[in-house]
């Protein structure tokens, strides 16, 4: 049972960048898919970027060119590296971890979840 926890979130201006950190417990890191996800009030909690086990990334196209996921497994700890932020972008952020192979960008493929890391992009 991995367990995650966020962090990095707070309150910026449009334009701004943040970084988002999770950090995963256990010995096996290294072994599982890692994504984010974000939700809002009233919406669902939507993709927004995704990174392998082998290291291949994928993104939501509203955040693509915008966003990065890395990942650093000596230290069991996935990032989003989020620049040019929009108001659009304000939401609560969660990291997610898969033990199954392959791409995923829907919640229920993802087995462990961190509590989430608030987002406030001012306009």
């Known amino acids: 049972q991995a367990q995650l926890v966020e962090s990095g979130g707070g309150l910026v201006q449009a334009g701004d960048s943040l970084r988002l950190s999770c950090v995963t417990s256990?010995?096996?890191?290294?072994?599982?898919?890692m994504g984010w996800f974000r939700q809002s009030p009233g919406k669902e909690r939507e993709f927004v970027a995704g990174?392998?086990?082998?290291?291949?990334?994928y993104y939501a196209d509203s955040v693509k060119g915008r966003f990065t996921i890395s990942r650093d497994n000596a230290k069991n700890t996935v990032y989003l590296q989020m620049n040019s932020l929009k108001p659009e972008d304000t939401a609560v952020y969660h990291c997610?971890?898969?033990?199954?192979?392959?791409?995923?960008?829907?919640?229920?493929?993802?087995?462990?979840w961190g509590q989430g890391t608030q987002v406030t992009v001012s306009s």
């Open positions: 997610a971890a898969r033990r199954l192979l392959g791409i995923a960008r829907t919640p229920a493929s993802y087995d462990y």
């Open positions: 256990g010995r096996t890191f290294s072994s599982y898919g």
């Open positions: 990174m392998t086990r082998g290291a291949g990334t």
